[in-house]
């Protein structure tokens, strides 16, 4: 099994910056890809950004490319997701999740941290 552990939500004002965190733990070896997802009140969980964790290949979502970026440490088994320019549109609980198949659905999730966005 892989554990994930989110960090880095809060608050924000619009146009400002943060940077999640996502700690992997357990069976790392195994992960293909990592992802970030978000979910707002009443909306369904969609996609935000992923990455290949053995080539670090990045894939983003229309609404957040050129400004959010995702990254990974594989020495400390932890992917980041730095978000720039912040809307309230982005305000959401990200949710960070892990692909040990190769292949859709994820098979781990976080507990998800809450990004707050104030205009």
């Known amino acids: 099994q892989v554990q994930l552990v989110e960090s880095g939500g809060g608050l924000v004002q619009a146009g400002g910056s943060l940077r999640l965190s996502c700690a992997a733990s357990?069976?790392?070896?195994?992960?293909?890809?990592m992802g970030w997802f978000r979910q707002a009140p009443g909306k369904e969980r969609e996609f935000a950004a992923s990455?290949?964790?053995?080539?670090?290949?990045?894939y983003y979502a229309d609404s957040v490319k050129s400004r959010f970026t995702i990254s990974r440490d594989s020495a400390k088994n932890t992917i980041y997701l730095q978000m720039n320019s912040l809307k309230p549109a982005d305000a959401a609980v990200y949710y960070c999740?892990?692909?040990?198949?190769?292949?859709?659905?994820?098979?781990?999730w976080g507990q998800g941290t809450q990004v707050t966005v104030s205009s």
């Open positions: 357990g069976r790392t070896f195994s992960i293909y890809n």
């Open positions: 990455i290949n964790w053995r080539v670090g290949s990045t």
């Open positions: 999740a892990a692909d040990v198949t190769g292949s859709l659905p994820y098979d781990y």
